[in-house]
């Protein structure tokens, strides 16, 4: 009966995985619930802290306590309840990294020795007992002191349950190798790209048997971009969901191969070959996401055309500068209408109206049947958030729940307490009734957005406590979540 209770708890848990307040909250209750729930929050060492690696050197084994004492490394931390190295399930040991550093501060020895050596024996704890890890992140070169490499491909062996991997092109051909002997499951896989692309990577990939997130980050242009060639081309056609950002160094048609795809995003400086892609058919694409500068909107209508129709979601990133010096006037009034016409089905979505275009603005709030979400630019040329709250009160439809009100420069607000008023008290009469999420996008402190003012402030805040608005967020432009140059 108490295993029983102690798995039902575990179930109700993992919903609160991303709420880190309650689940510790949840680990003061009573021993039973403190287990369950710690196990949950020591799964992802990207969630931990400069105190949660103080707990952790108290649990290295003997054996590293000795090496940090015989080189005058003093532990000070107790014995902790659990041995929490265990609960790991994915290692970043990119914040290993960041966390001893911060650790070694007016540390002696010399802050490099501590950091180098500290850093060591947690990565050797983790890879020693914990062979169930999930997921393994790192961007930096690891070096482990004791036994650098032979050490650290040897406990390679431990990670047949790999399910996800980011890591830099550069890293050694005999690293992907023992990985693809070992790791033939990932499912999702990130590289960073620069100038050099390892031979094993190739391997690494063409062993694969379940992959299906794909994320791609070219920071420099390869030395030989035939290679990253062949590494795009290995790809299997199991692949649901793909990211490429930052630069477009090869041809976008080999995109066209991954007829499975459910999520395609594309972040780039610059598109030159867009149009290979505006035939493609994804007859299960459902959501599209194109950051920073986009291609021309006679090709992403076209691709619409073909591939609307399933679209859940779709992002275009807008920056103004940027679009009046590539496609100079082109404004997106054409592509919004094709979006109440081929995309019958979309539920979030993101885009700029002019203010020339509040008509359209209405049609795609009467005739997307489905929208939940909208985010509007509400700065230049774009209609105000005044005009854009009318148009959501008297044309969007009953499922619609969320707005995301995007400001990029001063004086752009136009809003005044009593309008933002009569918006949620609109809101508040809406049949059926649903509560409200309103998000801000903004960053600088001078910026007019629709926060600034205090009487608004103190509107939402009210409504807040009656329950209409459900969500209110003030977010910046790198927010991981909303942000516009979310990297």
């Known amino acids: 009966m108490s295993q029983l209770f102690a798995d039902c708890l575990n179930e109700i848990f993992e919903y609160l995985e991303n709420d880190m307040v309650t689940l510790h909250s949840c680990l ?17 060492t990207r969630n931990y802290n400069v105190s949660n690696f103080r707990t952790l050197i108290g649990c290295l084994p003997n054996e590293s ?11 000070t931390s107790k014995s902790p309840m659990f041995n929490y190295a265990v609960f790991c399930k994915v290692l970043s040991i990119n914040k290993v990294n960041r966390m001893i550093k911060k650790l070694s501060k007016n540390q002696q020895p010399s802050s490099w020795t501590y950091e180098r050596i500290v850093r060591d024996e947690i990565c050797k704890m983790f890879m ?7 997921g393994l992140i790192f961007f930096e070169s690891l070096n482990l002191s004791m036994e650098p490499r032979d050490y650290c ?27 693809s002997k070992t790791c033939q499951n990932i499912s999702i896989l990130e590289i960073a790209v620069d100038r050099i692309i390892s031979n094993g990577l190739t391997d690494l990939i063409s062993f694969q048997k379940n992959l299906k997130c794909f994320i791609i980050k070219q920071y420099d242009k390869p030395k030989d971009t035939s ?37 395609l995003e594309l972040s780039f400086d610059y598109f030159e070959d867009f149009e290979k892609l505006q035939y493609a058919i994804f007859p299960k694409l459902q959501s599209l996401k194109i950051r920073r500068r986009y291609p021309k909107i006679e090709l992403i209508i076209k691709f619409l055309e073909n591939n609307g129709k399933n679209l859940r979601e779709f992002y275009l990133g807008d920056h103004e500068d940027v679009i009046r010096k590539i496609h100079g006037n082109n404004n997106k009034n054409s592509l919004n209408l094709v979006i109440a016409i081929f995309c019958p089905n979309i539920r979030k979505l993101s885009t700029g109206f002019e203010k020339n275009e509040l008509e359209t603005l209405k049609i795609v709030l009467n005739d997307c049947k489905y929208l939940e979400s909208i985010r509007l630019c509400c700065y230049r040329k774009y209609l105000s958030d005044k005009v854009a709250l009318e148009a959501i009160i008297n044309y969007s439809q009953k499922v619609f729940h969320e707005l995301i009100l995007e400001y990029l420069t001063d004086k752009e607000s136009k809003l005044l307490p009593e309008e933002l008023e009569s918006f949620l008290t609109n809101w508040k009469n809406r049949i059926p009734k649903r509560s409200l999420s309103l998000v801000v996008i903004t960053e600088e402190i001078h910026l007019n957005s629709l926060d600034k003012d205090d009487e608004n402030m103190k509107i939402i805040n009210n409504y807040i406590k009656l329950g209409i608005i459900k969500k209110f967020k003030i977010v910046g432009f790198h927010d991981k979540e909303y942000g516009i140059w979310k990297v």
Do not use: M
């Open 28 to 44: 003061l209750v009573n021993r039973l619930w403190c287990v369950v729930s710690v196990r949950i929050l020591w799964r992802d």
């Open 65 to 75: 306590k000795e090496i940090l004492s015989e080189n005058g490394i003093n532990i």
């Open 128 to 134: 020693n007992q914990n062979s169930s890890l999930k």
């Open 153 to 179: 491909l040897e406990k390679l062996k431990n990670l047949k349950n790999l399910s996800e991997l980011h890591c830099n092109s550069r890293n050694s051909p005999e690293f992907f190798f023992r990985l």
């Open 227 to 263: 290679s990253l060639s062949l590494l795009l081309e290995k790809l299997p056609n199991t692949l649901s969901k793909l990211n490429l950002s930052r630069h477009n160094y090869v041809s976008l048609s080999f995109i066209a191969n991954f007829t499975n795809l459910k999520e």
